[in-house]
T-cell receptor
Framework: DVKVTQSSRYLVKRTGEKVFLECVQDMDHENMFWYRQDPGLGLRLIYF???????EKGDIPEGYSVSREKKERFSLILESASTNQTSMYLC???????????FGSGTRLTVV | RKEVEQDPGPFNVPEGATVAFNCTYSNSASQSFFWYRQDCRKEPKLLMSVYSSGNEDGRFTAQLNRASQYISLLIRDSKLSDSATYLC???????????FGKGTRLSVIA
């Protein structure tokens, strides 16, 4: 089975801090994605990547950046954390949309 | 990316009941369809893909109606463990990001 590992399950950060969320997958998937999930808003796509060093903006990229230096690793960066970035962050990977995605277990980030 | 619409529920059903969820999608070019299940405070997990001819996996049956642009999920003989949020998911083309509905919450009651 594909395994998608997110480095932290729970994280508490202060406003203004730079935050790194790491995601690693072990199935050699080309495609990786970062979502955030909030009550009533569902899953919203932040950024995605189809290849190393490649990135595409999703629906809500403001306040975030990403890095994909290696195929298996996709990092989400909050340049200056704000309280409205308190959320559940979910990383996913996939071989192509027709196969669906596998999600990591999520990082629940609280910005205080 | 186009919208995927679902009734948020909650659907509260007794054990053993049959329950059906529908989902509509707005982009007629959509090509891939899925149902995901998400337990409380957990990640979404793929429940089943949805094929044009319809498909079944145990107590779960998925149907696709391209003409009306809706997808359905039928759960027979509901179990307490079926309580979760069910996400309808659509992709327009081979490698465009999946579009997720906001989910339908199901509670199966003893």
């Amino acid at each position: 089975d594909v395994k998608v590992t997110q480095s932290s399950r729970y994280l508490v950060k202060r406003t203004g801090e730079k935050v790194f969320l790491e995601c690693v997958q072990d199935m050699d998937h080309e495609n990786m994605f970062w979502y955030r999930q909030d009550p009533g808003l569902g899953l919203r796509l932040i950024y995605f990547s189809y290849d190393v060093k490649m990135k595409e903006k999703g629906d809500i990229p403001e306040g975030y950046s990403v890095s994909r230096e290696k195929k298996e690793r996709f990092s989400l960066i909050l340049e200056s954390a704000s309280t409205n970035q308190t959320s559940m962050y979910l990383c996913a990977s996939g071989a192509g949309s027709i196969y669906g995605y596998t999600f990591g277990s999520g990082t629940r980030l609280t910005v205080v | 990316r186009k919208e995927v619409e679902q009734d948020p529920g909650p659907f509260n059903v007794p054990e053993g009941a049959t329950v059906a969820f529908n989902c509509t999608y707005s982009n007629s070019a959509s090509q891939s369809f899925f149902w995901y299940r998400q337990d409380c405070r957990k990640e979404p997990k793929l429940l089943m893909s949805v094929y044009s001819s319809g498909n079944e996996d145990g107590r779960f049956t998925a149907q696709l109606n391209r003409a009306s642009q809706y997808i359905s999920l039928l759960i027979r003989d509901s179990k307490l463990s079926d309580s979760a949020t069910y996400l309808c998911v659509v992709a327009v083309q081979g490698n465009t990001p999946l579009v997720f509905g906001k989910g339908t919450r199901l509670s199966v009651i003893a």
